[in-house]
């Protein structure tokens, strides 16, 4: 083998499984090439191959943070005890890469012959960029790619592939399971996705047994924002670092926070099948010159020093719209697409990074996978209702860079009531709020001011009126009959700013979604710290019972996902609605629910309201009406009862501490007997 090196090589005409990598980490190293050569396909590059006599230096020894070390043994310790899918959540920044790569050699095979790593990613650079680390951490390895045109042979040390490649007709079949001892996933928030799946399944990963290879998946936003569960693939997320304890500790670069109000209205954008804004739609809303003005106008006033600010954007067009405005301005911007020519986009992308110019735009491209430390602001001129998504925008620009004090993220926010998540949202601050150049500490001790004014000002006007907990936030609310504790639709706007579906509060921390035959989809919390809620489906089925006299369907409930949050878990809900449910009974958009209320309804609700006070057509919409029927049958006067029992304890409790207040008063003169 070393021989063979001696003279000049064409890669191309070697057996794949006899090209070693230490050639090509002296190339990516920038070693002057002796002789240009071509090289392999399966590392796809420019750069010149040299001789065997210039590799003869071992590679330079990676030193891992103390963080890295830690996460690398807490993955070790998992598999030492027999857990196989595991998952790590590290914040963009802080080395994935390097983890992942370094895992290869401390993984120990479980067979002789189990020697080999899979590499999964999602996207070009993704792929280029794992090879890279690869080769040079392990220059003695062969590294293969299975990507596009470029075939792997199945037999390589380490393959990188995209998973649309290896999952592309029988392509997935030349590698043979039991020669893998690992499994990496980068960007592991897309491994439920078909894709991903159809690969673990091959490799054995569904239904993971004692020979099957270690799974580990990494990401910086390990959690899925249309709802569907991470744990059909990963069982353990064994190590967890956020960017907030990164910054903290110095790890990534410090970052200030200014929101601003763009006015635009995005009220009327729908909702994606992936839970977020339709792009077209969405593009149509942000890209008006009033709203690009004022993005600019922004961005001068408070980051026209900054040196390398990058814009995320829309789509094509925004990005088109916004450029022209910053050059407008006098303002050398330019941008990259997912259609910018490979060669362009790398030419650009170089002269950013040597400060050629300020302003970057894209749309798509910089979201993941991308390293250009020297972004010292982030400028989010695109709503979102993701909150993995504002991450991994923000995520760009926290990297350490040799002069880099901080990164300043300027944050576009538009129509609220539309569920968008903002920089306020991700330390737990109401999304409207506004903030100027705040850093991390700045916004955390706002959240606990806001927190006890909230709890003030609720205790203040209260006057002992019955009270719900919402999100750690004390609110007070009083009904006088159980008609107007039905007509009370404040419980719904929050939850229908996050969903499309016309879900209904039923109780404090329990909403429903009801089909027209009587099935029906609940949200509730746990009451436990983790999962904090659940999901669960009632289905009807063919047969009945007799309960108090009456034939009635039997439901079975079955639960169908828990979350950590309430929105992952409306995301999870809507996931299953859509796919069970017809739409056009559960929107909360379709015409028929602004008609005037059915006969039917109105005897019902008419029931629980006074003679005087009987309802008419032309007073109540079907879709009201509807909704406040669901209310009734889930409830509701049992509800008003509770409510009235805890309005008279809280009644109680208060004249207790006003007593006790009173006898802790010191008065000059005579004490009472």
Known sequence: MRALFRSYVNYNSLPRRLVSTRARARALKGTPPAQKLPLSPRFASEESITNSDAFQSPPTAIKLREYQEECIQSVLTYLQKGHKRLGISLATGSGKTVIFTQLIDRISPLTRDATQTLILVHRRELVEQAARHCILAYPSKTVEFEMGNVKASGAADITVASVRSITSGDRMLKFRPERFKLVLVDEAHHIVAPGYMKTLEYFGL???????????????????????????????????????????EKWLSDVIFTTVQSKADISRVRKSPNGDFMPGELSRAVNTDQTNDITIRAWLARAKERKSTIVFCVDIAHVTGLTAM???????????????????????????KNGEFSVLLNCGVFTEGTDIPNIDCVLLARPTKSRNLLVQMIGRGMRLHPGKKNCHVIDMVASLETGIVTIPTLFGLDPSELVKEANVSELKELKEEKEVEALNNDIERSNGLPQTIVDGRVTFTDYDSVYDLID???????????????????????????SQDGEYITIEKTGMAQPLYRIRY????????????EWRPFARTRQIATADTFTDAVHAADTF???????????????????????????????????????KKDQISKGKAADMITKVKFGAKGRLERIRVLQRGLEKKDEKMAELKRREQVRVGPLPA
């Open 206 to 248: 569904l239904q993971p047994m004692a020979a099957t290879p270690a799974l580990v998946g990494v990401s910086a936003t390990l959690s899925r924002f249309d709802g569907l569960r991470l744990g059909a693939a990963i069982d353990h997320i064994v190590y967890h670092k956020d960017y907030v304890d990164m910054i903290g």
């Open 326 to 352: 910053f050059r407008k301005y006098g303002i050398d911007a330019r941008f990259v697409t997912g259609d910018t020519h490979k060669k362009i986009r790398g030419d650009r992308l170089d002269a950013f």
């Open 488 to 514: 009370d639709t404040s419980g719904e706007r929050h939850i229908r700013g996050i969903s499309q579906l016309a879900w209904v509060q039923v109780a404090e921390d329990r909403y429903v979604l009801s």
């Open 538 to 549: 009632n289905s009807r089925v063919s047969s009945a019972i007799v309960l108090e006299g």
């Open 577 to 615: 609605a859509s796919e069970t449910f017809p739409r056009y009974i559960v929107s909360k958009d379709q015409a028929w629910r602004k008609a005037p209320a059915t006969t039917g309804q109105l005897t019902f609700l008419n029931k629980l309201r006074s003679v005087g006070g009987q309802l």
